[in-house]
Every structure is written in structure tokens, then in C-alpha cells.
């Protein structure tokens, strides 16, 4: 009987230790690090920061669900801690997007933290250095390998249109709406779009955090990366570490509450740092010193420099760039037949202000406003033709369709003509527009439920962003009472953390992601403090 339990346990002795192998061998064939990272982009970083980077290859599930349907490869980028021999941990980052490129956001995190703990008051970030590896994890559909890349394309043509908030008229409304359905049908239609959504990325970080053997998840998530630092912590509450979420995405909402909150928010940030400052110096932005009144300058702009200015965020919040709108639009009205060489050549004569730098700035956005409206920048940035996207632009625009259900066309075009009456400065344009077409059925947003279990979660959040409202970030905030947030107050920013703009902000997050010592529960930072 002895005898027999002797082979038993030897039987036994020898499963384990082939079962341990045939782990360890998976473990290892699913990274797969590369001999060097010549292919990513991180040149022109810090050398000793870069000397310290890994690259690799790492395949995850397509499914995490249903492991069985096969495989997909995604990019992982590792700055390893200065000090191997002290290593506390590693810190998973996401930049944002959906569908921003994540190899050289870690290793420009690196290389910030390793500047800032170079300062005098910089221990905090020296022991983030010297203890912490930092990961970049591209997302799924975005990765190096091509069998693994979303590419959402199409046969249909992308139609050319006039800007949506300036022309609502029926046909170019046609064709909005038929651009939308071409994007949704490409991106819909490829075989991998059912699985590129949050939830799956959020598997793919808690597959490689088990991979990597780290006992918790510590994170720091950019805009869309505050969703998915929610969305992971949803899912894996008893394995959330540190986590910070800088500049939040409501993810108590939805993407199509998050598309309509820009609007509102932009009117906000024009009257606040364009209409107000430029009232309160009327002689240095000759505008005169009514905030009203300088609004009704944009308003009377011609439509094709209104719309030149919506084009990017730092124009149309730019009391310069105002400036330099209503001039040009004067000159076109006046003698619209002049070349471009004479407007450029009138306008470097022009005195502007009589403070040389506001004026020197004038000059150079009347140049660039009138690039832009030579050359508008076309609906989504797609040019007419065969639709087909980046990786990237694939990845934002399925993971917008799939995280989270949508309304049809007739909503999207009452909110269109709604928000160009209402919001003129924000517009019309919304990101998950075309999600009205989508054939894939969506998730229902994040898992909001188990995050009452997460009693370590920061959120860093400045006062004024049009492309994560505070408004959001504060609802969210408020619906976890255990949850910390540092609120940049009065600054108009869309990533807070590391900007140079607050000490108090970069204390608040550097002790914590170091030490893991939170601040207040409602912590108000000042810029340049």
C-alpha cells in the first residue's frame, strides 16, 4: 500500500513539474521580446532612457471569452526601473485615442520622471525611476504585426461636403449622413472590429500583468485611457494598484454624451479666455471691451474662417487668432478676388497691436488662417474617395461604435442643427456620429459596478477641457465617494499630469504613484503654484 502511494506521488511529482514547464514555455512563446526597438518610435528620447527600453510582441486572445477563435499580436514597450535590484513594481500607461500609439508615450513618461527627479524637490520621481518599469501596451488592432492591424475600408466613396455647422442644407446633410454610413460600414464590416472594443483591451492589460507576474495593476491613463483605467478596474477590482486618470472621459456615460458635451464646453473656454481677456486690454487686442461684443466678431466672421477656426482647439481659443479672423475676413469681403501673395503681404504690414509679441502672433495665425481655408480640413479628416483608414483612426472609430450604444440619424441631425444655433463656437461635429449606422452590437459602457470596491483611484482634472469636460470628470467623481481628485483650477488643459503648469499638481501624483500616498479627497491645485 506504501509502495503503491509511493508511485502515485512520484506520478503526481512529475505532472506538476511538466505542467510547470509547459507554463512556463507558453509564458515565454506569448512575449516575445525583440533584440532591439529600431522599429518604434522613441529616437530622439533620452539615450540612457531608450538604452533601457524593451521591445517586444506580445499575443494575446482574439476573445479573452472564447479563447478558442485564435490569436492577436500587440505591441508592448517596457522602460525598465534604473534600479533592478530596488524594483517595486511597473506602471501600465495608456496616452489616450482610442487609438493613440503607446511605445514612445512610456518612454517619454520615463524620461519625464527621470528629468524631474534630477530637481531638487524631485525624490517622489526619483524613486518612480529608479523602482517602477513603465509599459506601454498598444492597443489591440493598432500593433506592428499586419494580420493583427484593423484597417476599416471600403469600395464606397467618402463624398466631398461643406462644413457641417456652416451649411445645413438638405443635400450637404445627405452627404454627411452618407459619409457616416461608409465609415461605419468599413470599419463595421472588417473581421476583427467585433473585438476591438475596451473590454478586450482591458483582458489584454490583465493578460500581460499576469504574464509579467506583477501583483497588482498600477496605472496612469491619458483622456481615453482614464476609460479604460475604469473599465480595467470594473472588471479587476481586487488587482487595481495606483492608478491615476488624467483628464476623464465620464465613464459613468457614454461616447455619445461625451461627444455632445464638447460644444457647451468650448463656448465656455471662448468667452473665458478670448472674450474676457481680450474686453479687459482693448487697447492691446483692439476689440473693444465688451465680451459680447467681441463674440459677435466670430459671429460675423465668414463662414470659411469660422470653420478654419473650429479646425483645432488652439485657434478658436486664441484671442490672437481672432484678431487675425476678423481682418481676413474683412479683406475677402472687401477685394475677394485678391491673390493670396497680396493678403500675405498686406497682413506683414499691418499693425495688429501695438504690443509687438500679440502682434507678431497676429500676423502668424493670419498666414495660417489662411492656409486653412484654402485647404479645409475635410469631414473626420477623410479625403473623398475609397474609404481607408489607419490603424489608429480604425481603432478610435470602431472602439467609439462598440463601447457604448448610439442613436440613429434623425438624432445626430437634430442635435446638428440644434448645435450650430446654439453652441456657433463649438459647432456641430460630433465623434460617434456615425455610430448611427454601426452593425455590431455595442457593449453597454463601463462596469461602473465593482468600482465601489476601488479605493485607489486618482483622478487629476483641470478646470477647463473641451475634450473631456470637468463637468463629466466631476460627475463621474462624485458618484465614488471612494475616490481622490486634483482639480487644476482656473487653467484650460487636456492632460494635466507632468505638464509643467502646477507643482501642486505633479507633487499630488508623483507621491502617489511613488509612494501611494493620496492627497485630500478634493485637492485644488493653482497653475504656475
Given at each position: ?5 509511493t508511485?502515485?506521488g512520484?506520478?503526481?511529482?512529475i ?9 512556463t514555455?507558453?509564458q515565454a512563446e506569448?512575449i ?28 494575446v486572445p482574439l ?12 505591441d508592448?514597450t ?6 533592478p ?8 500607461t ?6 493613440a ?5 512610456a ?13 531638487p524637490d ?7 525611476t529608479?523602482?517602477?518599469d513603465?509599459?506601454g ?7 506592428s ?6 484597417v476599416c ?28 454610413a ?7 464590416s472588417?473581421r476583427?472590429?467585433?473585438y476591438i472594443n ?25 483622456s481615453?485611457?482614464t ?9 479587476f477590482?481586487e488587482?487595481?494598484g ?12 457614454t461616447?455619445q ?13 471662448f ?14 487686442y483692439q ?14 466672421l465668414?463662414?470659411e474662417v469660422?470653420a478654419?477656426?473650429?479646425?483645432d ?12 479672423a476678423r ?6 469681403r ?13 497682413a506683414?504690414?499691418?499693425r ?5 509679441e500679440?502682434d ?14 484654402r485647404?479645409?480640413e ?7 474617395g ?16 462598440n ?12 442635435k446638428?442643427?440644434?448645435y450650430?444655433t446654439?453652441y ?18 455595442p ?6 459596478k465593482?468600482l465601489k ?7 487629476v482634472q ?11 470628470a466631476?460627475?463621474?467623481f462624485?458618484s465614488?465617494?471612494?475616490?481622490h ?15 509643467d ?9 508623483g507621491?502617489y504613484?511613488?509612494y501611494?500616498?493620496k492627497?485630500e ?9
Open positions: 500500500m506504501s509502495k503503491q502511494r508511485v502515485l512520484s506520478v503526481i511529482i505532472a506538476l513539474m511538466t505542467s510547470g514547464a509547459c507554463a514555455r507558453k506569448n516575445r521580446w525583440l533584440p532591439d526597438c529600431d522599429a518604434r518610435p522613441i529616437r530622439g528620447l533620452d539615450p540612457e532612457v531608450v538604452a533601457r527600453t524593451q521591445c517586444g510582441i506580445v499575443r476573445n479573452h471569452l472564447k479563447p478558442s477563435l485564435g490569436t492577436l499580436d500587440l508592448i517596457r522602460v525598465t526601473a534604473r534600479q535590484g530596488k524594483r517595486e513594481g511597473a506602471i501600465f495608456n496616452p489616450g485615442g482610442p487609438g500609439e503607446a511605445d514612445g508615450f518612454v517619454l513618461l520615463a524620461s519625464i520622471w527621470k528629468n524631474y527627479g534630477e530637481k524631485g525624490e517622489a520621481y526619483r524613486h518612480l529608479d523602482t517602477f513603465v509599459i501596451l498598444t492597443p489591440r488592432g493598432m500593433g504585426t499586419k494580420d493583427s492591424q484593423l475600408q471600403s469600395d464606397e466613396l467618402i463624398v466631398a461636403h461643406n462644413d457641417i455647422t456652416e451649411d445645413r442644407s438638405p443635400a450637404n446633410l445627405m452627404a454627411l449622413q452618407h459619409n457616416a461608409v465609415l461605419a460600414r468599413g470599419c463595421a472588417q476583427l472590429a467585433p475596451t473590454a478586450q483591451t482591458a483582458r489584454d492589460m490583465e493578460f500581460v500583468r499576469v504574464l509579467l507576474k506583477e501583483k497588482k495593476l498600477n496605472y496612469l491613463g491619458n481615453y485611457g476609460w479604460l483605467g475604469a473599465w480595467y478596474a470594473g472588471l477590482p488587482h487595481v495606483r492608478m491615476v486618470l488624467d483628464s476623464n472621459t465620464d465613464w459613468t456615460s461616447f454624451d461625451a461627444s455632445l458635451i464638447q460644444a457647451p464646453e468650448k463656448e465656455k473656454i468667452e473665458r479666455f478670448v472674450a474676457q481677456p481680450a474686453a479687459r486690454r482693448p487697447q492691446v476689440m473693444g471691451n465688451d465680451p459680447k461684443a467681441i463674440r459677435d466678431i466670430f459671429l460675423e465668414l463662414p469660422r478654419a477656426l473650429r479646425s482647439n488652439e485657434l478658436y481659443s486664441s484671442a490672437e487668432y481672432l484678431m487675425a481682418l481676413l475676413s474683412q479683406w475677402l472687401e477685394t475677394p478676388d485678391t491673390n493670396d501673395t497680396h493678403l500675405l503681404s498686406r506683414r504690414t499691418h495688429f497691436s501695438p504690443d509687438t500679440v507678431q502672433s497676429a500676423k502668424s495665425a493670419f498666414m495660417h488662417l489662411l492656409t486653412l481655408i485647404n479645409p475635410p469631414w473626420n479628416g477623410l479625403a473623398p475609397p474609404l481607408k483608414l489607419t490603424p489608429a483612426a480604425s481603432v478610435r472609430s470602431t472602439v467609439l461604435c463601447d457604448t450604444p448610439a442613436a440613429g440619424e434623425a438624432f445626430w441631425a437634430d446638428g442643427n440644434r450650430a446654439q456657433p463656437v463649438g459647432g456641430s461635429f460630433f465623434q460617434a456620429a456615425h455610430c448611427a449606422g454601426w452593425s455590431v452590437q457593449l453597454n459602457g463601463v462596469p461602473v465593482n470596491h476601488v479605493h485607489s483611484i486618482l483622478m483641470a478646470e477647463f477641457d473641451d475634450q473631456t469636460p470637468a463637468a463629466g466631476l460627475k463621474a462624485k465614488l465617494p471612494n475616490t481628485m486634483t482639480l487644476l483650477k482656473g487653467s484650460y488643459q487636456h492632460g494635466v499630469s507632468f505638464s503648469s502646477s507643482a501642486c499638481v505633479n507633487r499630488s501624483v507621491d504613484l511613488a501611494g500616498r492627497p479627497r478634493y485637492l485644488i491645485c493653482f497653475g504656475a503654484d
